[in-house]
């Protein structure tokens, strides 16, 4: 049974809601214990009652704020769409008001002054919730959280949104935690040169804006014209793409010292080959192609 007690609610109402929803017999015996503990101070919140509980329990709960709370989890490098599905998914809130939360930029104004919305600093990890927690509690959690963790990484100035930005593709392109400074090195290498970065994870981003994407790239996704689309336009995107974890933004800040600018899946996947020249890197495409080729080959028909 969960009571929700709203903020200036008096003692009478408290135990009326009490025995209407069954948690105690009479309301009067709540009264009661309220005059023997007069300066207790009844708190308000979401509270859980599962089993059978004396009125004197059931008062003190209350008294010390005994708020029901559960457990949200967002994962690394999920972005604020994936972040909306599952808070609506899980009935704890509508997709569409984290969504409109999460454009609120003044909580971040001070590290990113030209951010479109919170995208990559709501930090990936798990929150203690209440049902009663609005949109914006959550992406200021989320936010302050991401301040702790970048403060604990970044220990001399830098370009906050560039690097969040960078360690966001990051994320996206490898669930490995030893690739990530290679993907790194990739990334910057490309960027010193002057090269495209050419990340299939912006076109899906840029797709996913543009209400778009229908779960592949399509032709259309790489020669889109979006900002944020590395295809097409040269440089970091304008802003991250997901919400990268500790690991992806260490690896944004010290990336592995390589001379890698192509990178494609192996064969068995989960992994990556990486290449310093075109011709090694069109070998391992080939490479890739074959075992893809093969894997489906090898399944029994339907």
């Known amino acids: 049974m969960f009571i929700d007690i709203e903020h200036g609610t008096g003692t009478r109402s408290i135990a009326e809601t009490l025995e209407q929803t069954g948690v105690i017999s009479h309301a009067w015996q709540f009264l009661a214990v309220r005059i023997i503990r007069p300066y207790a101070s009844l708190q308000a919140g979401e509270y859980h009652f599962d089993h059978a509980a004396s ?11 005994d708020v029901y709370h559960f457990d ?14 599952l808070l609506e998914e899980q009935d704890i809130m509508h997709a569409d008001d984290f969504l409109r939360a999460a454009m609120n930029t003044a909580m971040i104004q001070d ?29 200021r959690m989320m936010t302050e959280e991401f301040r702790k963790r970048w ?27 030893d690739e990530r400074p290679l993907i790194a090195s990739v990334f910057t290498n490309r960027l010193s040169q002057g090269m495209k970065l050419e990340c299939d994870p912006t076109t899906i981003y840029a797709a996913l804006l543009e209400h778009r994407y229908k779960g592949v790239i399509h ?52 992994r990556h080959q990486f290449s310093t020249t075109l011709a090694q890197h069109e070998q391992a495409v080939r490479e890739y192609r074959a075992g893809a080729h093969a894997t489906v080959a090898s399944k029994p028909a339907r």
């Open 72 to 85: 949200f989890t967002a994962p690394e490098g999920s972005n604020v769409f994936d972040i909306a599905r």
């Open 55 to 65: 009125v004197f329990q059931v008062f003190d709960r209350i008294a010390h704020g």
């Open 219 to 270: 032709r259309s996704d790489l020669d889109s014209k979006n900002v944020y689309n590395t295809y097409q336009h040269e440089g970091l995107p304008p802003g991250p793409i997901a919400n990268p974890g500790a690991g992806a933004l260490e690896a944004a800040l010290h990336p592995a010292d390589t001379k890698f600018i192509f990178f494609v899946a192996k064969p068995e996947g989960g």
């Open 111 to 139: 590290l990113s002054p030209k951010a479109k919305s919170l995208e990559g600093f709501l930090f990936p990890s798990t929150y203690r919730m209440t049902h009663a927690m609005k949109a914006v509690d959550l992406c």
């Open 151 to 177: 403060k604990k990484l970044s220990d001399s100035p830098r370009d906050v949104n560039a690097m969040v930005t960078l360690a966001s593709l990051i994320e996206k392109e490898t669930g490995a935690a």
